[in-house]
């Protein structure tokens, strides 16, 4: 997908990077099914969490027939493909746990497996564009975006909890749309002060609905099913101690390959409004970021280096001296902190907590827990050593603040 052109001068827009004002960066209309040739790949795809629970996912991919990624098209086709093989792959290697680790993806899956991510422009791991973005139907296409008219195309072990955990994403997802951002670009470049401040009113908005979806999580998602079942399947094989060599991708490449696991650290959304805003993340924080959005679809990396490029939004705040702009610039990083703030909570509950009664081996779901990979107690799923990250890339947002609302922050 070819790059768009960055001309200042003219009218910045969405259209050009494959995102949509009403989705967002989410897929709209995923498919849900491949053309029939493919249904080797989907047969075993759907059954996953079965497959996983009877130890026998890796038999059935060993046995599957090597086909060949040119009959898919589209790029619809091309994501529900990356999806089923992502998915296959996840389950592939994490079938019996921190045990019996497979080093090698067996060439029927690791081939087209390898030749799609190259068409779309992504490392061949599962992502959260996978995962999350191009992983939903609605149950009545006319319905509203609600857990209780979504459904997943693909899942993986983890029963409520993993339809849960992906759904609830989906929907922070949609609550942040960045329709906003090219109003303010374009209110910036033309010096409109009000179009500006209307612009990032709305942002502010989306961002504290985001925090709200969020929330859903404590509903939909059981602590330690997400510790002791799911955490494992979005690993990667990257900083990641059971792997330390890395995947070799058979018929690929001799050598093994090191990729991190899905995270939402790979949702192109954060790092919008952090290169809207001029939240700037240094050294191995920033560096990990810089990271993810190589797992990002190439066209929504380059909405977010587009963004960077632009004159800075904080300067043009401080400079039009209007009260009205400057609350709503600051109101964004009030948001901006407040989600972060709440995600740091979230982490706690779903990793740090379980962790520690692993440890203890307590609480009534600590057979559960007790299964989770001793190697994953201090990292993300996207191998970062996620709390001291965390807090670092939060107090990163809270020194942007301008410094009369740093002041009443403090208070
Ligand atoms: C149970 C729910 C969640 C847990 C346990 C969780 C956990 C984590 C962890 C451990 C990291 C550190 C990076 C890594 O190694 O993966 C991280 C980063 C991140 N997560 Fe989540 N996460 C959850 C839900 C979400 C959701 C729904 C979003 C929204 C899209 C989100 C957005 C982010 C972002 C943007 C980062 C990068 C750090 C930042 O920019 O503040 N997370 N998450």
Not at 193 to 216: G, H, P, R
Request: glycine residues 6%; hydrophobic residues 40%; aromatic residues 8%.
């Amino acid at each position: 997908m070819a790059a768009p052109e960055l001309d200042p001068k003219s009218f910045f827009s969405l259209k050009s990077y494959h995102v949509s004002e009403e989705l967002g960066f989410v897929l709209s209309d995923p498919l849900e099914t491949l053309p029939p040739y493919y249904m080797p790949w989907m047969d075993i795809a759907l059954q996953i969490p079965e497959l996983v629970q009877s130890h026998e996912l890796r038999i059935r991919i060993n046995k599957m027939p090597l086909l060949s990624s040119r009959f898919l098209q589209k790029h619809r086709e091309l994501r529900l493909a990356r999806l089923a093989l992502s998915m296959m792959t996840m389950g592939y290697i994490w079938q019996e746990g921190e045990d019996n680790i497979v080093e090698m993806l067996p060439h029927n899956l690791a081939i087209p497996y390898w030749e799609v991510s190259q068409r779309l422009g992504l490392p061949p791991i599962l992502t959260h564009a996978d995962s999350v973005l191009a992983n939903w139907k609605k149950k009545d296409v006319q319905g509203p975006f609600t857990m209780e008219n979504l459904e997943l195309l693909i899942t993986l072990p983890g029963g409520d909890s993993a339809e849960g955990f992906f759904l609830v994403t989906l929907l922070v997802e949609l609550a942040g749309a960045p329709a906003n951002i090219p109003n303010v670009i374009n209110g910036v470049r033309c010096g409109d002060t009000e179009a500006v401040a209307t612009a990032l009113e709305a942002i502010s908005q989306s961002i504290q609905a985001m925090t709200e979806a969020l929330k859903w999580m404590h509903e939909y998602v059981k602590p330690a099913v997400f510790y002791g079942v799911m955490r494992i399947f979005l690993s990667g094989w990257k900083d990641n101690t059971c792997m330390p060599n890395g995947l070799v991708y058979e018929g690929v490449q001799t050598e093994p390959m090191a990729y991190s696991g899905g995270s939402a650290a790979q949702s192109s959304l954060l790092h919008c409004f952090d290169e809207l805003l001029g939240v700037k993340h240094k050294e191995q924080s920033g560096a990990f970021l810089t990271r993810m959005r190589k797992y990002m679809p190439p066209s929504h990396r380059q909405l977010i280096q587009d963004i960077s490029l632009q004159p800075s939004l904080k300067s043009f705040v401080q400079r039009q001296g209007s009260e009205r702009l400057n609350e709503a610039f600051q109101d964004c990083l009030t948001k901006l902190l407040a989600f972060r703030n709440h995600h740091i909570n979230t982490v706690s509950r779903f990793i740090t907590v379980p962790a520690a009664r692993a440890r203890q081996r307590t609480g009534s779901d600590g057979e559960l827990i007790s299964k989770a990979p001793t190697a994953l107690e201090e990292r993300g799923t996207g191998g970062s050593g996620y709390m001291t990250f965390l807090k670092t890339v939060r107090d990163q947002t809270k020194g942007t603040l301008l410094p009369e609302t740093m002041q009443q922050n403090e208070k």
